[in-house]
């Protein structure tokens, strides 16, 4: 399961996020420890601010699956003209369960892929003493 599988999925699920708000999808392939692949996408909502990204909605789902280990994560912007990273909320969320090396990848529609990690998107990660993991 390499990184252009992981965007194929993503791309799969962009097209299920509901988006009539922004009209833009994100789709976010999570791979677990285990190997198998967790996805999600952004779910709108008409008080904007209950709006949920696609890598939230793939971390939440994989968790609520039992899976606590991650691999990788690929986000898919197929409606962007350049790669897309995840938004400041996302990165805090994501980094209460991954390693600062952990690796995150994002393209937009050329398919090109950004490859990036933890530590790069979310520096002077603050709390971190507070984790209990
Ligand atoms: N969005 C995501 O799902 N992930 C990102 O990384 C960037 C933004 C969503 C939120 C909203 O539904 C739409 O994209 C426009 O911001």
Redesign the pocket.
């Known amino acids: 399961m390499d990184n252009k599988d992981l965007f194929e999925q993503a791309l799969v699920v962009a097209n299920r996020?509901y988006?009539p708000?922004?009209n833009?999808?994100?789709g976010?392939a999570l791979l677990c420890e285990d190997g198998s692949v967790v996805t999600g996408?952004?779910?709108?909502n008409r008080s904007f601010g209950l709006?949920?990204?696609?890598?939230?909605?793939a971390i939440v789902a994989a968790l609520a699956q039992g899976k606590t280990k991650f691999k990788a994560l690929v986000?898919a912007?197929p409606d962007a003209a350049y790669p897309?990273?995840?938004?400041g909320a996302?990165r805090q969320v994501i980094s209460e369960f991954v390693t600062p090396d952990f690796p995150i990848a994002?393209g937009g529609g050329d398919g090109k892929l950004v490859q990036s990690t933890m530590a790069e998107l979310f520096p002077h990660d603050a709390l971190h003493e507070l984790s209990q993991k």
């Open positions: 996020a988006a708000y922004s833009f999808r994100v976010a996408a952004n779910i709108e709006t949920i990204c696609a890598e939230r909605s986000i912007c897309v990273s995840p938004c996302c994002f």
